[in-house]
């Protein structure tokens, strides 16, 4: 059986002030010729599809339009939540979907039907597991858990480590697992280790919702998201990345799903697929307007973030000279060079949780405890 691993699509997601959407729509339909190309059985999406918990109209028909490629006429698609989505809103059509061999999981836990003439389709269920079988009789076991916290497991909280908690949980969609079929754990979680890029600098502050790889399954394959950078942590789990290069420390990254296929129990890589659509993002620097105007002219058709060093402020009209020269300037750092020189801290630039650690310093002169930093995040992860 072949398997594709995907995730962080993060549909309606902008650039600054730059739409996205359309190279978005180009990536998904780049995916769905993968799978015809690569004769892949299942697709597995790692949550975080859209960007935000109420998308656009125009976002969830690009997410409607890719599914239906997708899985087309012979391939079955899971889907699990992350923390961008809303696991209700996203599941909604979750009993209509399954008949098109789409099987979404989100907050609500829910047993999908089985059998049916697709050609990949599922034959047992249970609240957080499908088992899938193919035309030739091949089948593989997936546990499906969206992005996980107290709040959305409905659970309260307790002293429980966090860890131990997403183990438990993962336990309770193993309870159809035999270990005879071929095994995937689908999840968006952030495990310990992970390397995270500007784009999902929140989640690992502290460390307070990290889950150690010990957590995870040391058997079958570990489909992973939330972080964007492609990744492998532990023995057998693995971040496909996002889809479309969304932060500059991405520049230059190449991003890419993974292909996996299944040989009687046992399910291994086989190659990662580059993903060609979508612009890149470049970091540039350069000395000066005059050398910044003449780099900006070789990029053309990509995303800029430049950094200007100088003796003395732009000007408006050199401003305006910069953007109109390259479009995709889309982030303009001036940095002026004085006798005095001073470290400053933008707030603006913060993040909440930074902020509140900043904060929590200022009055009582200490760092935070990860006791009261792990409640707070437990308050804003949802809108990260």
């Not at 109420?54 to 997410?63: D, G, I, M, N």
């Not at 209700?88 to 989100?106: P, Q, T």
């Not at 336990?171 to 495990?191: I, K, Q």
């Not at 300037?329 to 002026?336: D, F, P, T």
């Amino acid at each position: 059986m072949k398997i594709l691993h995907t995730s962080d699509w993060h549909l309606g997601k902008r650039l600054m002030d730059a739409e996205r959407l359309p190279e978005q729509i180009a990536a998904l339909d780049e995916l769905a010729d993968i799978c015809d190309r690569e004769r892949v059985d299942l697709v597995l999406v790692a949550g975080d599809v859209f960007d935000t918990y109420l998308p656009s109209a125009e976002a969830e028909e690009a997410f409607f339009v890719a599914l239906k490629k997708i899985a087309g006429d012979s391939r079955a698609a899971v889907i699990v939540s992350g923390n961008h989505d809303d696991g209700v809103r996203l599941a909604a059509s979750a009993s209509m979907a399954c008949e098109e061999g789409i099987y979404i999981f989100g907050n609500k836990s829910r047993t999908f039907p089985v059998g049916g003439s697709r050609p990949v389709r599922a034959v047992a269920s249970g609240e957080r597991y499908l088992i899938f079988e193919n035309a030739a009789g091949e089948r593989v076991y997936v546990n499906a858990l969206p992005y996980p916290n107290e709040a959305r497991i409905k659970e309260d909280k307790t002293d429980e480590a966090f860890s131990d908690k997403v183990a438990r949980w993962i336990a309770r969609g193993n309870e159809g697992y035999d270990g005879t079929v071929p095994y995937v754990l689908l999840t968006h979680l952030f495990v310990a280790g992970g390397v995270s890029g500007e784009g999902e600098r929140n989640i690992e502050l502290g460390g307070a919702r990290a889950v150690s790889v010990e957590a995870l399954p040391d058997y079958g394959y570990v489909a992973l998201g939330h972080l964007h950078k492609k990744q492998r942590v532990g023995a057998k789990g693995r971040y496909s990345g996002s889809l479309l290069q969304y932060a500059f420390d991405e520049a230059n990254t190449e991003k890419s799903v993974v292909l996996l296929s299944t040989r009687e129990k046992e399910i291994s890589v086989e190659k990662e697929i580059p993903i060609l659509s979508g612009k890149k993002l470049y970091r540039l620097e350069a000395r000066g307007v005059d050398e910044a105007l003449r780099l900006l002219a070789r990029y053309e058709d990509c995303y800029i973030e430049l950094t200007l060093h100088l003796t003395a402020p732009l000007t408006t009209h050199e401003t305006q000279q910069l953007r109109a020269c390259n479009e995709g300037l889309v982030s303009l750092i001036a940095r002026v060079r004085t006798d005095e020189v001073a470290e400053t801290v933008t707030r603006a630039a913060l993040s909440p949780q930074e902020l509140f650690a900043l904060y929590y310093r200022s009055k009582f002169g200490e760092e935070i405890p990860r006791e009261l930093l792990s409640a707070f995040l437990s308050l804003t992860e949802e809108r990260e």
